[in-house]
């Protein structure tokens, strides 16, 4: 016989439990986790209340450009979000269900009690961007200087009233 | 390797999107378990099959997106993970070699040839431990792992020339090491 058909004789299929292969992907994706994990690098997380969290979160990835963390949504026993992150930048929120931690969406308690700041790269485009998928424009684009250094900004409101402030920075 | 087509976006998009990365474990998972589990048992096998994809998830820059499968870097992966596993190997080899020889000395009742058998087995199982690494490993993914020796030079990133003259060195070794006086090969011993 042929030294590699002995070899072949030695092969022998190993029986493995039929959640291995669970289990390992379990480990994958605890190591996916902990690369996007939000809190990771992040010490201080906005957590905003929606009466309609699924709406909330289409309409901040359309309007705004949040992008939600897949891996962090959090779905109630009924199916819906309890709890989702969105990343933007170096910066992240979270949204979740009014009532929750007591909080109340603008939306049924008439009034907004802190706003949100973001950053961004480009806030004419951000703005247009907003505009389109139908954003509440609160206050319109404008400068502001406190020396040749400033800041081009607008506001706009999300479909609950929650407001939002967007920032670049700009040099006179 | 159905889908090993995308393989490679998969990987990239991943870059961006981490989560992306549990496509990959969802297409390959069994092949990569069977060939643990041939090489160092189910239990041990089991508790390394999520290892490789996690090593392989934090190496994901370093994919070559020009390969479309990504099944031979998991291999290799694996393959490296092996290395840890030597005693074990072993243990398992020489306990196949057992195994074989019985099953193969049943079928040849009553012949001579099942003597052969008994004895024979035991030491192919010797000579494939006493292969130096590269051999070893060259010879079991191209024996067990039924791969071409262009897919054993893929998971071993060698150029087919070196996996083609390991492979010819391991088959040298192991017909030296089975026959060693040249005879035949239980009596010469």
Redesign the interface.
């Known amino acids: 016989m042929?030294?590699?058909d002995?070899?072949?004789?030695?092969?022998?299929?190993?029986?493995?439990?039929p959640a291995?292969?669970d289990?390992?992907?379990?480990?994958?994706?605890a190591?996916?986790r902990q690369?996007?994990e939000p809190t990771r690098g992040q010490t201080i997380v906005p957590q905003v209340p929606y009466k309609n969290v699924s709406a909330a979160l289409s309409f901040l990835e359309r309007a705004f450009g949040f992008r939600e963390i897949?891996?962090a949504r959090l779905v109630s026993a009924d199916g819906g979000i309890d709890h989702a992150m969105l990343g933007f930048g170096g910066g992240m929120i979270g949204i979740g269900p009014q009532g929750h931690h007591g909080t109340i969406s603008p939306k049924s308690g008439g009034i907004e009690s802190q706003y949100i700041s973001v950053y961004v790269d480009d806030v004419d485009a951000h703005y247009q961007r907003a505009v389109a998928a139908g954003a509440r424009i609160a206050n319109g684009l404008r400068n502001y200087f406190w020396s040749d250094e400033g800041h081009r900004t607008y506001e706009a409101l999300d479909p609950e009233g929650h407001l939002s402030r967007f920032h670049q920075q700009i040099r006179s | 390797m159905v889908n090993s087509r995308s393989d490679a976006e998969a990987i990239s998009r991943s870059l961006d999107q981490p989560e992306v990365f549990g496509l990959i474990y969802d297409r390959h998972p069994a092949t990569v378990l069977r060939f643990l589990g041939r090489r160092i048992g189910a239990e041990v096998a089991e508790g390394l099959i999520g290892e490789v994809f996690r090593i392989a998830f934090e190496r994901r820059k370093t994919f070559d997106a020009s390969r479309v499968s990504a099944l031979p870097w998991l291999y290799g992966i694996g393959s490296n993970l092996l290395l840890e596993h030597r005693r074990r190997e072993a243990r398992r080899l020489r306990a196949s070699a057992r195994m074989a020889a019985a099953s193969e000395a049943a079928d040849r009742r009553a012949s001579a040839g099942a003597l052969d058998a008994r004895l024979l087995f035991p030491r192919v199982a010797d000579a494939i431990e006493a292969l130096p690494d590269g051999e070893r490993e060259a010879l079991l993914l191209f024996a067990w792992e039924d791969l071409s020796c262009q897919g054993t030079a893929e998971v071993l990133e060698l150029p087919i020339g070196t996996v083609r003259s390991r492979l010819n060195r391991a088959r040298t070794h192991l017909r030296e090491l089975l026959d060693p006086g040249g005879k035949s090969r239980v009596r010469s011993r």
Request: glycine content about 4%; proline content about 7%.
């Open positions: 042929k030294p590699v002995l070899a072949r004789k030695l092969r022998r299929e190993a029986a493995f439990e291995a292969l289990r390992g992907k379990a480990v994958l994706m190591a996916i690369e996007i897949p891996t």
